[in-house]
C-alpha cells in the first residue's frame, strides 16, 4: 500500500483508539436507527429525513417443524405477526400434515437435521440404529464424508420437491439447518474440508438452497446470519447437543435428581434475552422478505449528491490527497449503489458543481471504481436541486415515492422534500448509509433478471432518443429508432420468463390497466384455467430493452396489461394490442378489456379507446384487430418452454 495511504489509516486507527478508550469509562447502549421513525439519529433536528412509514400490516404465518423451532417461533410473534405451528417429522417417510392454507400469508419449514441424518445413516449402513444421528464422525473416520454428503443432499431434494409440490403456491420460507459454532474435529485442522462438520453442514445448506431455486415462489431463509448478528454462544445448542440436533438452547429438568446438580444452560450461557432478540430479529427479516417477495425493488432509483455525499468533502476546491475523498464510508457507500444497480436499481447524480469539474474530478477520486456511466440520468449544475431532480424523475418515468435522494445538506434535503413530499431522503448520519441502501427491503429484490443488467443503460438510451426526438418529426424520430418487437406466450411458472414478467406485474404502477398484484397461487389458478401471459419484448438501433411489457389474457379478456416506463411514446403498447386481439379473434368473436383507475395509472386510460375499442356497459370491446403503428416491426409469436431460468436467485 501506498505509505501515504498507510499514513492515513495509521493516524485514522490511532485517533479511534483514543475515543474509544474514552468511551469504555462507561457503559455505552448500541442499538441501531429506527427504520420507522420520520428522522432518524441521535439529534431530532438534524436527522435524516425519511418519509413516515404506515404501520406494519398483520402477517399471518403457518410453520411446519418439530417442537426444535417451537421456542423460537414463539419469540417471533408480536407486533402484528402471527404463526400457528404444525408439528411435522420430515423423515423419508413421513406424512406431509393436511393443512388449510387459506388466511396465511406465507408457509414456514423447518427441517430437522437429525432426521436428514437418521435417514442417510440407515442408507450407508442398513442394519444401523433406526435413528442414527451421531454417524458423522464415523463417517469421517471411515473416510465416507462425501458419500454421506451426497446421500443427505439427495433426500433434502426428495423432501423439497414434495413439500412445494403438496404446498405451492403461496410464498415458502424454508429455514436453514444451524451451522455449528465450531470444528469440532479440532481447532487447528482443516476449516474448507468435509471433516470439518461446520463446513458439512454448510455444504448441506448450500444442497438445500439450490433444491429449493428449482420451485417458484420457495425461497431459502438463512437463520444463522441471524444468529451471528446476535451471538451463537448464547443461543445455539451444540455445546450440550449433538449436531443433528442443530436448535436453541434450552434448560432440561429431566436430570433434577442427579447426586451433584449441575448448573441449568440457562445460568451457564443466559441465553433467555439472546433467544427474545433473535426472534425479533427473524420476525422483521420475514417481514421484511416478504415484502421483497411482494413488492420487489420499491425503490426504482437512488439520486445522489457529490460533495460530502458519494466521496468526502468539496472535490472542485479541497486540495486533499484523492485517497482522502474516498477511504472509508465512501467506497461503502459506493459499492452499495453499484449493489443496488446489480439488483437492477437505478442511479442517479444531482449536484450543485460545474459539470466540466466534475466530469474530470470523478475519474481523478474513483479512478474508474465508480464510472459517471453507471449513473442513469445527471443533472450537475448550480439550479435549484428540486428542479433538478423533477427533470431527473422525468428521465427516469418514475414516480417520486419510487426514488430515494441523499444529500448531506439538510437545506437542500428540506427544499427538495418541500417539492416531493413523498421521496425518502437520508441527510445525515451517513454512517448508516450503506446499511439502509443494502438492507431496506424496499432496495431488494427476489430474483436477478438479465433485464436487470439493461436497465441503466436503456434509460440512457431513452435520454438520447428524446435528445434526438427534440430535432426531428414524430414520424421522423420514430422511424429513425429501427424499432422491433418480439413476443412470447407463457403458460407456466416454470418458464424461463416468468420471474420477469411476474416482477413486471407486480411493481408496474403508471402504465397498468387495473393496478393489481398477483400471488404465485393466483397466477398458477389463472394458467390452470387455460389463461397465459403474453409478454413483449422491445429492441432498437440503440439498446435491448429486453422484456418490457405483459398481457395477462383468460379467454376473450384482457384481464390487465403492464408497460416498463422505460419504453414510452415507442408504440409498444399499441403493437402488443395488436397482436393480443389477433390471437383472441381467431377463437372468440371479441375481445374485452377494462381499466380501474388507481390513481396511478393516467398514463394508460386511454388505451383502449385509442386502440379502437367501443365502451359497452362498463367495459371495453373490440370485434377487429387494431391497426398496427407503422413505424415498429413485429416478429412472430413465440411459445415459451419451461428451460431452465435466466435469472439467479438470491437467499433470503
Not at 88 to 99: G, K, L, M, R
Not at 125 to 154: H, K
Not at 503 to 531: C, I, M, P, Y
Not at 593 to 600: A, C, L, S, V, Y
Request: glycine fraction near 6%.
Amino acid at each position: 500500500m501506498h505509505s501515504s495511504v498507510t499514513g492515513y489509516f495509521v493516524s485514522s486507527f490511532q485517533g479511534a483508539l483514543r475515543r474509544l478508550r474514552k468511551l469504555s469509562r462507561r457503559p455505552q447502549p448500541v442499538a441501531f436507527p429506527a427504520e420507522g421513525n420520520k428522522f432518524v439519529g441521535g439529534d431530532i433536528a438534524a436527522a435524516t429525513i425519511v418519509p413516515e412509514a404506515a404501520e406494519q400490516a398483520p402477517i399471518k404465518l403457518l410453520a411446519l417443524g418439530t417442537c426444535a423451532v417451537s421456542t423460537v417461533l414463539s419469540e417471533m410473534q408480536g407486533d402484528g405477526l402471527t404463526i400457528d405451528h404444525r408439528l411435522f417429522d420430515n423423515y423419508a417417510h413421513s406424512v406431509i400434515p393436511e393443512v388449510e392454507r387459506q388466511g396465511y400469508d406465507a408457509l414456514i419449514i423447518s427441517f430437522t437435521l437429525r432426521h436428514i441424518f437418521g435417514d442417510a445413516t440407515k442408507q450407508l449402513v442398513p442394519n444401523s440404529y433406526p435413528i442414527n444421528c451421531i454417524y458423522w464422525p464415523r463417517a469421517v473416520a471411515e473416510g465416507r464424508e462425501q458419500e454421506y454428503l451426497d446421500t443427505c443432499a439427495m433426500l433434502i431434494e426428495q423432501q423439497v420437491d414434495r413439500l412445494c409440490a403438496a404446498l405451492g403456491g403461496q410464498p415458502i420460507f424454508f429455514f436453514a439447518f444451524i451451522e455449528p459454532k465450531h470444528n469440532y474435529l479440532g481447532n487447528l485442522l482443516p476449516r474448507y474440508h468435509l471433516s470439518n462438520p461446520a463446513f458439512f453442514v454448510q455444504k448441506l445448506n448450500e444442497s438445500l438452497e439450490r433444491s429449493i431455486a428449482k420451485h417458484a415462489a420457495a425461497y431459502f431463509f438463512d437463520v444463522n446470519e441471524i444468529i451471528a448478528l446476535i451471538g451463537s454462544a448464547r443461543i445455539q445448542d451444540d455445546y450440550v447437543q449433538q449436531i443433528a440436533h442443530a436448535s436453541y438452547l434450552w434448560d432440561d429438568y429431566v436430570d433434577k435428581d442427579r447426586l451433584a446438580p449441575s448448573a441449568q444452560p440457562s445460568q451457564m450461557y443466559r441465553f433467555a434475552e439472546p433467544l427474545r432478540e433473535l426472534g425479533k430479529a427473524l420476525g422483521q427479516r420475514l417481514r421484511d422478505d416478504l415484502a421483497i417477495v411482494r413488492h420487489p425493488l420499491q425503490i426504482k432509483a437512488i439520486i445522489v449528491d457529490l460533495d460530502d455525499t458519494l466521496w468526502r468533502g468539496v472535490a472542485a476546491d479541497d486540495d486533499r490527497p484523492d485517497y482522502e475523498f474516498t477511504e472509508g464510508w465512501p467506497l461503502g457507500v459506493a459499492e452499495a449503489l453499484l449493489i443496488f444497480k446489480a439488483r437492477g436499481g437505478l442511479l442517479a447524480i444531482c449536484s450543485k458543481n460545474d459539470g466540466a469539474v466534475i466530469e474530470q474530478r470523478f475519474e481523478q477520486i474513483y479512478h474508474g471504481r465508480l464510472r459517471l456511466d453507471d449513473f442513469a440520468s445527471m443533472r450537475i449544475n448550480f439550479e435549484r436541486k428540486s428542479a433538478n431532480i423533477a427533470g431527473i424523475l422525468a428521465d427516469l418515468n418514475i414516480l417520486e415515492e419510487n426514488a430515494l435522494f441523499i444529500d448531506d445538506n439538510p437545506r437542500e434535503a428540506a427544499e427538495v422534500q418541500s417539492a416531493f413530499p413523498n421521496l425518502r431522503i437520508y441527510c445525515t448520519d451517513h454512517y448508516d448509509w450503506r446499511r439502509r441502501i443494502l438492507m431496506s427491503p424496499d432496495t431488494q429484490v427476489a430474483y436477478i433478471t438479465e433485464e436487470a443488467a439493461l436497465r441503466t443503460q436503456s434509460i440512457q438510451a431513452k435520454v438520447q432518443r428524446e435528445q434526438v426526438r427534440e430535432q426531428k418529426t414524430p414520424e421522423e424520430w420514430l422511424e429513425s429508432l429501427e424499432l422491433v418487437q418480439d413476443y412470447v406466450l407463457v403458460r407456466d411458472t416454470g418458464d424461463q420468463h416468468f420471474a420477469r414478467a411476474f416482477e413486471l406485474l407486480n411493481k408496474t404502477n403508471q402504465f397498468n390497466t387495473t393496478g393489481k398484484r398477483w400471488s404465485q397461487d393466483e397466477v398458477e389458478n389463472h394458467f390452470d384455467a387455460g389463461g397465459y401471459l403474453l409478454c413483449s419484448f422491445l429492441r432498437d438501433r440503440l439498446v435491448n430493452n429486453g422484456l418490457i411489457g405483459v398481457v395477462v389474457v383468460s379467454a376473450n379478456e384482457i384481464v390487465q396489461i403492464v408497460l416498463s416506463c422505460r419504453v414510452f411514446n415507442l408504440q409498444s403498447e399499441y403493437a402488443t394490442g395488436h397482436m393480443v386481439c389477433e390471437l383472441i379473434l381467431k377463437d372468440y368473436p371479441e375481445v374485452v378489456g377494462k381499466i380501474i383507475d388507481t390513481g396511478k395509472n393516467f398514463t394508460c386510460h386511454e388505451y383502449f379507446t385509442k386502440l379502437g375499442f367501443a365502451q359497452c356497459n362498463g367495459a371495453f370491446v373490440c370485434r377487429d384487430v387494431p391497426e398496427h403503428p407503422p413505424y415498429l416491426k413485429s416478429q412472430p409469436l413465440s411459445i415459451s418452454g419451461r428451460g431452465g431460468a435466466p435469472l439467479k436467485r438470491l437467499a433470503s
